[in-house]
């Protein structure tokens, strides 16, 4: 007989591991914008002035976070990643980051994770976002096993942290790691799963001969990790990434910078909006990040056949 596992959602494991915060740190606030703030009222009893809920007010949420970040409190921020990121993002630029003051936004939705509300809480331009204001942490965890120790750390820290979480998660915890951990090793290429894309990369590459890494931790990027593995393998590089397609493209250049190499990026789409509800599973098949349309991407590319600079998809 089989014992059934009860998984815990990772905004669930998010709320507890803050809860549970708040009861040891003096000095941790939370601030919500009505997202989740039900989940904190017994904590809001206890704390009322570390756990505030500032009402669909989200450039007012961030300025406060910079305020009790001055203060010296240690503000994590959450709600929608696009209210947190996209609607607010002059504060982040300015309260947060030209202030050169700490805090840790913790978003949910991802790039489609919620399709019944619409395009207005979708946010795949998240990371691309925050690429422009220097000095984020980003941390993209595919398994619920790992918000708990990233969330922890960042609150014991002081700089800037973006936690993204998601609904979609892959089967097993892979061991953290500040840099790329490798699950595979080959000789045709290598091909970078980051967060909730681990399974259907792994499904996707099942039978090539290519070198597979995975992280959750995308910014700062491990550029010594991913130079390694090039060295090791062939400089064939694919990077699939669970938002806007080519965020990391930046980052692959600079790690390979004299590094003659090919690369192939996938993520959500630029070229076109998708505007339909479906699944999350329909809109992985549209961008190409299912486990059948990135195998046939990537096996074209490693063989010859496709030279990386047209999108898949």
């Known amino acids: 007989m089989t014992t059934q596992v009860t998984r815990k959602l990772m ?14 740190n003096a000095k941790l606030a939370v601030l919500t914008a009505d997202i989740s703030s039900p989940f904190f009222n017994e904590a809001r ?23 009790l970040s001055l203060a010296g409190y240690r503000p994590v921020v959450h709600t929608y990643a696009p209210f947190l990121v996209e609607r607010p993002f002059e504060q982040i630029k300015v309260s947060l980051g030209h202030q050169d003051l700490g805090a840790v936004l913790v978003g949910i939705g991802s790039s489609y994770d919620d399709l019944p509300r619409g395009r207005t809480h979708q ?11 220097p000095g984020w942490t980003v941390h993209v965890p595919g398994h619920e096993n790992e918000v708990e120790p990233l969330l922890r750390k960042a609150i014991a820290g002081d700089g800037r942290v973006y936690l993204r979480l998601s609904d979609k998660v ?18 045709a290429g290598v091909v970078v799963a980051v967060g909730p894309v681990l399974a259907d990369v792994l499904a996707a ?12 931790t995308v910014r700062p990027f491990d550029h010594a990790g991913l130079r390694a593995a090039v060295v090791a393998s062939t400089p064939n590089v694919v990077m699939v990434e669970p938002y806007l397609r080519g965020t990391s493209a930046h980052e692959v250049a600079e790690a390979l910078g004299d590094v003659p190499h090919r690369l192939r990026s996938h993520g959500v789409r630029r070229d076109q909006e998708v505007r339909a509800y479906g699944s999350a599973a329909d809109h992985d098949r549209l961008h190409g990040l299912d486990a059948a349309s990135l195998a046939e991407s990537i096996a074209g ?3 010859g056949r496709s030279d990386g600079r047209e999108n898949a998809g």
């Not at 905004?11 to 040891?24: G, H, K, P, Q, S």
């Not at 998240?126 to 204001?133: E, I």
């Open 205 to 216: 590459t099942s039978t090539m001969d290519a070198t597979v890494l995975y992280t959750s």
């Open 11 to 24: 905004r669930v494991v998010f709320i507890d591991t803050v809860a549970e915060a708040l009861a040891t």
């Open 170 to 187: 892959h089967s097993e915890a892979i061991p953290l790691s500040d840099g790329f951990t490798v699950l595979r090793r080959g000789s």
């Open 301 to 303: 590319f490693f063989d």
């Open 123 to 133: 946010s795949p331009g998240d990371v691309a976002l925050l690429d422009t204001v």
């Open 45 to 67: 009893a206890r704390y009322p002035e570390r756990v505030i809920n500032v009402g669909i007010r989200e450039q007012a949420m961030i300025g406060l976070a910079g305020g």
